[in-house]
């Protein structure tokens, strides 16, 4: 009866499989059960329905990309077009449904594979299309009327179509591109010139299609990911190969740099095909660190790291889950989490930088999944649960910013920088403990958008917690000081209630206030127009009666 009655051995916890996987069947995991970790219970929490953009017409290409790009302004998204390549651009508070005559960004002549946002200039994005040629818009600051399809610049250099892009980490005006011709093109955007035919270098050790392109931290070193299945690792001036992953075990589709711990993470399938996820040393690419088996699945997985927590988010294409983990330098290389999970399949995903997240609510992450079933962009925010409702300064350190560290000609000549640091804190400076470049690029569309002095202050927008810059009380016009005893005396003002209406007191509010104008003129305009035919049926009816009376 003892022996009935005697425990069984505790099975390994099945959120945390065995790792690595040349563990035996018979053996418990080297997880622990239990880690200490602050970011141990985050949780991913789905924005409501009418926080989420819907109606989106989601690009129904089979390339194994993003096909979405966000910064703290706008979210761009690859979309159907009839008789070329088209993505949109949304303004972030544009939430709910979408206009079916939403205005697009359409002058390739073919489909458009990847977008990227300039990470120093919030309205400059590149795109790339079937077409063979990279194209550098403009985006204007003011709602779109219609369709954009004057390019500021574009890049003629591949002889097949073009489907990665990834613009320099730290320097101005840098930008690689991929294309089925089997090369890596470097870009200089630093010239007058509108059409650019000659890129300043092309890499061409590549024997077949790239997959995927990763700068460490202050892009001195590039990694690729080739249809070969090896991993790659380039000096991205020159093209001379480093290193190179000539393991047989794991068959790499993309890789991912690690910040500053020297290592790269890549996600592909094993011998088995199963999905797998590897970690490499970057100064040897023989045998990795450590395998880990996922599942059966089919779908590419995308890695995403988080240089500040030190997680590592892998996201499934075709999946509704995204799993994440905890990276460090020692034994266990990759601590497992948890995963969240949803019945909503994603084709393409999102992912806003640190300078966007809202730090009031502890967002650490967030995801802008493009779930095709429903033509829905769903954002999800990933939590680290806290109660106070203070500034929490361990999971917010100085993260990059908007200011490139480098011109572009300072990186060609052989410079590199670790990347300008910002503090998340709301009111804090731009930290710069980095010297300043002794030249600012030549565009003007980026000098524009750089950071400025430290007279300004930075506050918390009400509405979506982002990170907005407000001139102080001395430093703002004129018009504003003579504007404020009359708005205390006054009660209406243009027809509004200034107390129920006040105006807008950053940018945010003001393209918020703008927008719904917008709207409201689109509405009165329907309805001017319904007037008018309403008008004119009337007119008609008299002139039958009249018509009819005069017979009699």
């Not at 996987?21 to 059960?33: E, L, Y």
């Not at 080739?226 to 380039?234: A, G």
Request: with cysteine; charged share 25%.
């Amino acid at each position: 009866m003892k022996e009935q009655l005697a425990p069984k051995p505790e099975p390994t916890p099945l959120a945390a499989p065995p790792f690595p996987s040349s563990v035996t069947s018979g053996q418990m995991s080297w997880h622990p059960q239990y880690r200490s970790s602050k970011f141990r219970h985050v949780f991913g929490k789905p924005a409501s329905k009418e926080n989420c953009y819907d109606s989106v017409p989601i690009t129904r290409s089979v390339h194994d990309n993003h096909f979405c790009a966000v910064n703290p302004h706008f979210i761009a998204v690859v979309t159907e077009c009839a008789g070329g390549g088209a993505f949109l651009v949304i303004p972030l508070p544009q939430t709910g449904k979408l206009d079916p005559h939403y205005p697009k960004v359409c002058g390739h002549r073919g489909n458009v594979l990847d977008i990227k946002w300039n990470p120093f200039n919030d309205f400059e994005i590149a795109s790339c299309s079937e077409d063979a040629t990279i194209k550098i818009w403009d985006i204007p600051k003011q709602l779109l009327t219609r369709n954009l399809t004057a390019c500021r610049k574009e890049l003629v250099g591949h002889a097949r179509r073009v489907g990665l892009l990834e613009w320099h980490p730290t320097a101005a005006n840098i930008l690689f591109s991929a294309g089925y011709d089997y090369k890596v093109m470097v870009w200089n955007l630093d010239t007058k010139e509108s059409v650019i035919m000659c890129p300043v270098k092309t890499i061409d050790c590549h024997q077949d299609m790239i997959l995927s392109m990763s700068f460490n931290t202050n892009g001195s070193l590039l990694a690729t990911t080739c249809k070969d299945r090896k991993i790659r690792i380039l000096d991205p001036r020159t093209g001379t190969i480093i290193q190179e992953a000539s393991y047989k075990g794991h068959r790499a589709n993309k890789v991912l740099f690690l910040g500053n711990l020297k290592k790269l993470v890549s996600t592909g399938t094993s011998r088995w095909n199963h999905r797998q996820v590897a970690l490499w040393d970057q100064d040897d690419l023989s045998v990795p660190l450590a395998e880990e088996d996922l599942d059966g699945s089919s779908g590419v997985l995308f890695p995403f790291y988080d240089v500040d927590t030190s997680m590592l988010y892998v996201v499934g294409k075709g999946d509704g889950n995204i799993r994440y983990y905890e990276v460090s330098p020692e034994k266990p290389h990759l601590s497992y989490l948890t995963e969240y999970r949803s019945y909503n399949p994603q084709k393409g995903i999102g992912v806003m930088p640190k300078r966007g997240l809202d730090v009031s609510s502890c967002e650490i992450f967030r995801f802008y999944k493009l779930i095709t079933t429903k033509s829905l962009i769903e954002p999800l925010s990933m939590i680290v649960p806290r109660r106070s409702e203070s500034y929490q300064e361990d999971i917010y350190p100085p993260t990059a910013g908007a200011q490139p560290s480098l011109t572009a000609q300072e990186w060609l000549s052989g410079l590199n920088r670790e990347p300008v640091l910002v503090s998340l804190r709301p009111g804090s400076e731009l930290l710069n403990p980095l010297p300043p470049p002794p030249e600012r690029p030549v565009s003007n569309s980026v000098a524009l958008t750089l950071p400025q002095p430290v007279d300004q202050t930075e506050k918390l927008s009400p509405r979506d917690g982002r990170r907005l810059l407000s001139l102080p009380e001395e430093a703002a016009p004129r018009w504003v000081a003579e504007r404020r005893p009359e708005e205390k005396k006054t009660w209406m003002a243009n027809g509004f209630d200034i107390f129920e209406y006040p105006p807008p007191k950053t940018e945010n509010e003001l393209l918020q206030m703008f927008y719904r104008q917008q709207e409201e003129i689109r509405r009165l305009r329907e309805l001017l127009t319904q007037r008018e035919v309403r008008v004119r049926q009337l007119e008609l009816e008299i002139k039958n009666l009249r018509m009819g009376a005069e017979r009699f």
